[in-house]
């Protein structure tokens, strides 16, 4: 659905037009469903009524605005997996763990632990239901070049010996009861299973980051059908490209126009393939400082209609955060405590 050469066969785009939209960032049908008739009609010279009708083409196309049954959505709903963040407090902050089909913000300051709770959260999906994984892979949207190898490695031999033992056998690296924690050729080959399961990408730019996200919902609907479909997208940071790239007072409506755009399809691949998307962004500590009010929705009201977990952390003693849950829906504000330790993300 991404592919820019389809933009022609929308009613009334000629070339011309369909270089225009390009040029101004409308370059796939999910950005035009989602633009407003009048946005459309300006940045394209083009009557606001051959807009709607534009718009109303690429929702058809893009499968965006239909009506669903009541039965449709709940059965999705059922479905919705539950990731633990590794430290129990939080898990039941968050009425039992990452949610699948919803966006899951984490903010913070630098340092905060945003980069190792999306490095915790790639070992943790893997795991076993019963540990709390979901049994599935990830793609990793990087930044800020801070997705490391051996940072994972350190997580997953962090692990409980009865954790470890039991994702042994469910990546198929040894049959029941052979599963040895301390073993280590199985250790290795559990590392290897486990990194292959990362798909992690490198973003240069907001532009590319855009694409590669729209590249994600391609990956994840393929591995639906496999053993360790994908059940987690992170996107670390999410921001920084937006803010580097777009500074000036007048570029603000633009880049909130991206990131809607780049929100929207996140929120596509949770909800199409049952995935967990976690995103992180940086804010200053101080409330009063340069990005302004942490405590509100980065993503301003397209953020807000969707089903969100807003996650703020906070440095305390030593390796101590603290992990406050903000406006998540239905669930009530809360505050618990999480290590950041060598063996990863641990409870207090
Ligand atoms: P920015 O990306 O700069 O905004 O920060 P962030 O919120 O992503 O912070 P990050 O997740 O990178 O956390 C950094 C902190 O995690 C460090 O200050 C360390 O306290 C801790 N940390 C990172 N790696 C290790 C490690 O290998 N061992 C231990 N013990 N702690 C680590
Ligand atoms: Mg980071």
């Known amino acids: 659905m991404s592919a820019s050469e389809d933009l ?3 009613p009334g785009v000629g070339p011309a037009t369909a270089e225009k939209l390009r040029d101004n960032g409308f370059d796939n049908y999910q950005g035009i469903a989602v633009a407003s008739p009048g946005e459309l009609s300006n940045t394209a010279d083009i009557g606001e009524s051959s807009a709607a009708d534009i718009i109303n083409a690429a929702r058809e196309a893009a499968d965006i605005g239909g009506f669903e049954s009541g039965t449709t959505v709940l059965e999705r709903r059922q479905e919705i997996g539950k990731l633990s963040w590794g430290v129990e407090e939080v898990d039941e902050m968050l009425g039992g763990g990452v949610e699948t089909q919803s966006i899951t913000e984490v903010y913070g300051e630098f340092g905060s632990g945003k980069s190792q709770v999306t490095h915790q959260l790639s070992v943790n999906v893997q795991l076993p239901r019963e540990h709390g994984g979901l049994e599935g892979s990830t793609i990793f949207i990087d930044s800020e070049d801070t997705f490391r190898p051996e940072r994972i490695e350190d997580m997953l031999f962090g692990l409980d010996d009865e954790i470890l033992e039991d994702t042994m056998v469910l990546h198929g690296i040894v049959e029941e009861g052979e599963a040895d924690a301390g073993d280590e050729q199985l250790q290795e080959a559990l590392l290897e299973a486990v990194l292959d399961k990362i798909h992690v990408a490198k ?11 729209e590249k994600a919902q391609e990956i994840a609907s393929k591995t639906q059908d496999e053993e360790f479909p994908v059940r ?8 920084a490209h937006f803010r580097a790239e777009y500074v000036g007072r007048g570029e603000l409506a633009q880049r909130q126009q991206k990131l809607n755009k780049h929100l929207h399809d996140l929120m596509r691949v949770g909800d199409l393939n049952n995935t967990a998307v976690v995103i992180t962004n940086q804010v200053a500590s101080n409330p009063d400082s340069f990005f302004g009010d942490p405590t509100q929705p980065i993503g301003g009201n397209i953020l807000g209609h969707t089903s969100t977990f807003r996650m703020y952390l ?5 390796d101590k955060r603290i992990v406050r849950l903000v406006d998540a829906p239905n669930l009530a504000d809360g505050e618990s405590v999480m290590r950041i330790t060598g063996d990863g993300i641990i409870p207090e």
């Open 8 to 10: 022609e066969e929308l």
């Open 314 to 318: 906070r440095k305390s003693k030593a």
């Open 203 to 213: 973003a240069f730019n907001s532009n590319h980051q855009i694409l590669l996200a």
């Open 232 to 239: 987690l997208l992170c996107v670390d940071s999410l921001t």
